[in-house]
């Protein structure tokens, strides 16, 4: 049976970060420089960057099927709003209804902190899931590019939904 784990301990966190590694690859390398998808997993999803953030404001969440690890959710809890910073499942177990139990796990997430919006940055090139959370109720509320150090650049739409617009 596929169920969430809240990640809290090494394991589960060297779980995420080979997830991250095993998923982002195929997911962005059609649109974005393998450079900067190695900068992104080295920056943002390598071990003692998740355990950092967990440490700070954000929380994780992995699916596990029995005993195999097969996505994970990261959330960050800011001033006034929910980042949903990552959402992602392998690919054989995506359109499974997972993407819905994460959302609601999310919606969950965010009431209890009591906060009411939720923004998520997707590449703009990106279709699926930018279609994946407009179903869910968000919008895109702008375009914006995103420079980093490492000198690339990616082209992004913030996405925000109120919790209101879910009741």
């Given amino acids: 049976m596929v169920h969430p784990v809240r990640v809290h301990t090494e394991e589960h966190i060297r779980h995420v970060e080979r997830l991250a590694r095993e998923i982002y690859y195929p997911t962005y390398s059609p649109y974005v420089h393998q450079d900067h998808i190695e900068y992104f997993l080295v920056t943002f999803q390598s071990f003692e960057a998740i355990k950092r953030q967990i440490q700070s404001d954000f929380v994780y969440y992995l699916w596990m099927d029995k005993e195999k690890a097969i996505g994970y959710l990261g959330i960050q809890f800011e001033a006034k709003l929910a980042h949903l ?83």
């Fill in 85 to 167: 910073s990552k959402l992602y499942f392998l690919p054989d177990h995506r359109r499974l209804g997972l993407g819905k139990e994460a959302m609601n796990l999310t919606f969950q997430e965010v009431r209890e902190k009591h906060l009411s919006q939720i923004r998520v940055v997707v590449n703009e090139n990106n279709h699926g899931a930018i279609r994946f959370y407009q179903k869910h109720g968000f919008f895109i509320q702008e375009s914006v590019t995103h420079s980093f150090e490492n000198g690339h650049s990616v082209q992004d739409l913030i996405l925000l939904l109120s919790l209101s617009s879910q009741e």
